[in-house]
């Protein structure tokens, strides 16, 4: 990497904080915060298909979203079996350097009373032209109920849409939803296609690890590896996964397999998305012999085949690693290490393919590298 592109990042982060777009606030006498109001609206939604990565690929899309109709993102929590604020995760000052945006507990405490009171909550849901069904269900369920549960939000009423998320319906938007009448847009679920749209990918570089999150990372680094490098690996062998993998032989595009097989003229294979064990070894074993590192992180959904890896690389002498972590920790330390093999067709394997790529750190693919 350049030398100027370094310092260039550094100063970035250095000076996030002092260059923030982020929701204008105060702090009162009394020691509350004060926020300015944004006349252009704000947008809120639930974070409510999938596990982290799934939600990661929605969070971008919306973000961008809030962006091109130019009103306050309202910052949704991520839902685990609660919902976990923003800022516990990522940098809020991060995110407010590309675009306008408020914490949903602030909001909700801060903003919400004076322009979405509860008499006044209206929420918005995408249905058919030619459904029948004339009710959004915005808390039907789980996880869509405890997430707005986790706000404190009702609805009084419901605006069901037709139109899309892309750029060419932003003018639309404005016009059948205009902020005086819709000041906030409460989406069921995130205004965004899935998988993230190659437009949306690089808005990667503002979903930036808290510090406690890179602390506790670099903890478990620490302990596992004592600083030296090591080979990041994530493994898609579940049930579940085998039997989504079954659908999947042979189609253009299947879920997040984009992020190897856009600009190319393959197609989705079985090895691909559900590589068999010998071509977990075979690759690993030629990243291994060509940059000598011993070290080896996995990270799983089910089996971190340990005893099949340092057996088939016993002459090698290597060490392999797994935590049962929480997923955004596995995703945070696979982000750190030298060289990282996913599963393309994996949102999860998404998010740190996305996030090395701001990095400019190597990234391969089991039965698509060689």
């Known amino acids: 990497m350049p030398f100027q592109t370094i310092i260039m990042r550094v100063l970035l982060v250095a000076l996030l904080p002092l ?3 982020g929701h204008d606030t105060t702090d009162s006498e009394n020691g509350s915060k004060e926020f300015q109001i944004d006349e252009n609206g704000y947008i809120f939604f639930c974070l409510c298909m999938g596990r982290f990565g799934n939600q990661a690929d929605h969070f971008l899309g919306g973000l961008n979203f809030a962006k091109r109709l130019n009103r306050t993102l309202v910052l949704p929590g991520f839902r685990t079996y609660k919902t976990v604020p923003h800022d516990e995760w990522f940098r809020l000052d991060a995110i407010q350097q590309y675009h306008r945006a408020i914490l949903g507990s602030d909001f909700m405490k801060y903003v919400a009373p004076k322009v979405w009171p509860p008499s006044h909550r209206i929420g918005f849901c995408w249905l058919p032209q030619n459904t029948e069904e004339k009710k959004c269900g915005m808390k039907d369920g789980n996880p869509f109920g405890p997430f707005w549960d986790s706000y404190n939000v009702d609805f009084v009423d419901y605006a069901i ?8 319906y932003t003018s639309q938007w404005q016009e059948e939803y205009p902020p005086e009448k ?3 847009y409460a989406f069921k679920g995130a205004p965004a296609g899935f998988p993230v749209t190659r ?8 979903l930036v690890w808290s510090d406690h999150i890179m602390e506790e990372v670099k903890a478990h680094i620490k302990k596992l590896f004592n600083g030296e490098k090591f080979i990041g690996i994530h493994l898609r062998n579940g049930v579940d996964w085998a039997r989504a993998c079954d659908h999947a032989d042979g189609v253009n595009s299947y879920m997040a397999s984009p992020q ?8 989705v294979t079985r090895k691909l998305c559900f590589p068999s064990k010998e071509e977990i070894l075979r690759l690993l074993k030629n990243v291994v012999l060509r940059t000598k590192i011993k070290n080896i992180f996995v990270a799983t959904d089910q089996d971190p085949m340990i005893g099949d890896i340092e057996s088939h690389l016993k002459s090698y002498k290597v060490k392999v690693s797994h935590l049962d972590a929480e997923p955004h920790i596995d995703v945070a330390i696979l982000g750190q290490s030298e060289v990282f093999i996913g599963n393309c067709v994996s ?15 190597e990234t391969l693919f089991w039965g698509f590298s060689d």
């Open 19 to 21: 260059l923030s777009l």
């Open 161 to 168: 849409y037709h139109i899309g998320y892309q750029d060419y």
């Open 182 to 184: 819709y000041p906030v």
């Open 199 to 206: 437009e949306d990918r690089d808005l990667q570089r503002y």
């Open 260 to 267: 190897c097989l856009e600009d190319t003229d393959k197609k």
């Open 347 to 361: 949102s999860f394997t998404s998010f740190v393919t996305r996030e090395r790529a701001v990095h400019e750190k």
